[in-house]
């Protein structure tokens, strides 16, 4: 076996193929992270089960260096890789620049020779017109090439967020009988749109063919490895562990935000984190009346009811994208442009979210900068001139009026995220918002970081966090802002922590690397590795180059201790509430907590080190 790998040069069109084996990379991750390290390249592959009968196969991962976090990093998006199974290739490594922005071609017909060409696109025109965005450049790709497949194509669009920040994301759709879907699916963390865009000047990528490979399809041969681990052949199994995405009777509800919101109670984030500081009881409130009695409850009325939902673009029982008309309703995208935000009202949640992903951003990190900003307006810290808006931020929960001030609040993000890309007043996220809060810091006087929740790497790299108001959410991993980390609620030592995350590391990892979707995790980390013996005679070897492969992304590791006030508070009201409400009584986390009350700097350095510890001792290589 061997993975065959298309490198492209985006500034002369120039391509040719290469084979590697499987005596040292199994996958998308370890090959890529090889491919980047040796040509500074940007790399889009799928695993080796790629259109196979396995649900959940058909991701498309994307490594290279981030112009965000400001390292190696790893990103995927569902059902892309289903697609560019058909050109008949692993990889697809991105090299060189285009000399004007261009938008690549790959095309392959029954065997023949790949397609490659790079044609130029006035990308900021078509931006501005029609659907906008990356909506807009998604069908101007689509009407020059789609004539060309014999099969519906699949296309990767950024937005201008991938030109003016460091945060684009890339963005696909499913494409049926020609018609393009609602159904975005993203690879948004690490901003690897504004890799794409800046580094090798292509704005969106266009793919598809008739090579099929013989993928593994034997339904006897993969039930029989089902029912020997688990009793249960592979879809019994597969929905089972996917209850959550599809639809939970238990909650009543389903997908990341219906279970989430449904079961989050006092753990609820708003308004840029500032919940962390109120009584549990005022959380508790805030959850069930902007929460539960609206936000969740429009959800599960119009989505849920109603029974709108799809794939990603694969065959999967998981049915995870919830829909609302044009609108796909995930948790964390519509917690960091919802509450996080001051948002509470599916309507504006929604106007909010589709502006910023029609621009490109990832939104996780997008929406944790406006909520950012938002605060820095509503504190006096900056002025809307400065920031180059009309308003301020409606946050006073006191006299909140769900419908209309959560539309205030959405219109006032739109605004923001114009101002971002056309950097009006002091606005310039070109390298980044750590960087700008320094600079800015000094001529206020004022650290402007202290507000944004943010895990900082190397000297400007950055990562807004995964919504989930636990410890590990901050940790020092070598990745962070994807689940390379351990999000229990429940309170871990900081050294356990660190052993913890670098255990999780590798177990996303083999998922990774065989390009499997994370959702179906209940079974595919522990599975997979058996069936790579069984087809490939590999099963420690794969396990072995997981090892070396953390510990290889490991030995890059910067962190940076917490620069944010708001970072020390985030942990130390977390460790609080594990005591004064879930009435965890262990000693260790009432010496924490009175180590916080004496210096909660130094708590927090202690805390953040043993937790580095961890990890560090977890991730070594040992011959």
């Not at 259109?51 to 995927?76: A, D, E, H, K, L």
């Not at 006035?122 to 789609?146: C, I, K, P, Q």
């Not at 750590?434 to 600079?439: D, L, T, V």
Request: hydrophobic residues 40%; contains cysteine.
């Amino acid at each position: 076996m061997y993975q065959r790998v298309l490198l492209v040069d985006a500034a002369t069109g120039f391509y040719k193929t290469k084979k590697y084996g499987f005596d040292r990379y199994f996958g998308p991750v370890d090959l890529g992270i090889h491919l980047a390290e040796k040509y500074r390249s940007l790399n889009f592959g799928v695993g080796i089960f790629a259109g196979s009968i396995f649900p959940g196969s058909n991701r498309m991962v994307v490594t290279g260096f981030s112009p965000c976090w400001q390292g190696y990093y790893i990103s995927s998006m569902g059902g892309a890789g289903l697609v560019f199974n058909n050109l008949g290739v692993n990889m697809l490594s991105l090299t060189g620049r285009a000399p004007v922005p261009s938008v690549l071609y790959l095309n392959r017909n029954h065997g023949e020779e790949i397609e490659v060409e790079v044609v130029p696109v006035d990308a900021e025109a078509v931006w501005r017109e029609g659907r906008t965005g990356v909506y807009s450049l998604t069908d101007r790709v689509h009407g020059m090439f789609a004539s060309r497949y014999e099969k519906d194509p699949r296309i990767l669009a950024t937005g201008p967020a991938a030109l003016r920040t460091d945060m684009g994301g890339i963005m696909s759709v499913p494409i049926n009988n020609g018609k393009i879907s609602y159904v975005d699916t993203w690879a948004g963390r690490g901003g690897f749109g504004s890799a794409m865009v800046r580094e090798h000047g292509i704005v969106a990528v266009i793919y598809g063919g008739t090579a099929a490979d013989e993928d593994f399809r034997d339904h006897k041969v993969a039930d029989e490895w089902f029912k020997n681990k688990y009793n249960l052949r592979l879809m019994q199994k597969d929905l089972e562990v996917t209850t959550k995405y599809r639809y939970d009777e238990k909650f009543d509800t389903g997908g990341t935000f219906g279970v989430n919101y449904a079961t989050m109670g006092g753990r609820i984030m708003a308004f840029n984190y500032r919940t962390i500081y109120q009584t549990e009881d005022e959380r508790a409130d805030l959850h069930r009346k902007f929460i539960v009695g609206h936000y969740l409850k429009q959800f599960n009325e119009e989505t849920i009811t109603n029974r709108q939902q799809a794939t990603c673009g694969e065959p999967c029982a998981a049915v995870c994208k919830k829909m609302n008309g044009a609108y796909k309703k995930d948790y964390e995208p519509y917690q960091t442009m919802g509450p996080l935000c001051g948002i509470f009202d599916q309507r504006a949640a929604e106007k909010l979210n589709h502006h910023c992903d029609a621009m490109g951003f990832d939104a996780i990190s997008g929406g944790g900068v406006l909520a950012w900003l938002m605060d820095l307006l509503e504190s006096g810290m900056l002025t809307p001139e400065e920031l180059g808006v009309t308003r301020a931020p409606r946050w006073d929960t006191a006299s909140f009026d769900l419908v209309n001030d959560s539309m205030h609040n959405a219109d006032l993000g739109c605004e923001l995220i114009d101002a971002i890309l056309e950097r009006r007043g002091i606005l310039d996220f070109g390298e980044g918002v750590r960087k700008w809060s320094r600079i800015h810091s000094r001529a206020k006087g004022t650290a402007l970081h202290d507000r944004l929740v943010y895990i900082a790497f190397s000297r400007r790299g950055w990562m807004v966090p995964n919504q989930y108001w636990v410890s590990g959410a901050l940790a020092p991993m070598a990745i962070m802002g994807k689940y390379y980390m351990i999000y229990s609620f429940d309170f871990v030592p900081p050294r356990t922590l660190g052993r913890m995350c670098a255990e999780r590391m590798k177990k996303e990892l083999i998922l990774d690397n065989l390009g499997i979707c994370r959702f179906h995790r209940g079974w595919a980390e522990e599975l997979l590795p058996e069936v790579m013996g069984s087809l490939y005679d590999s099963r420690e070897r794969f396990l072995r180059s997981i090892d070396v492969l953390a510990s290889r992304l490991n030995s890059r590791n910067s962190p940076i201790f917490w620069e944010s006030a708001r970072d020390i508070d985030y942990l130390h009201t977390f460790l609080k509430r594990k005591k004064e409400v879930d009435n965890d009584g262990r000693p260790e986390l009432g010496a924490w907590l009175e180590k916080f009350e004496t210096d909660r700097v130094e708590a927090a350095r202690d805390f953040w080190y043993e937790t580095l510890k961890g990890i560090d001792e977890s991730l070594r290589e040992f011959f």
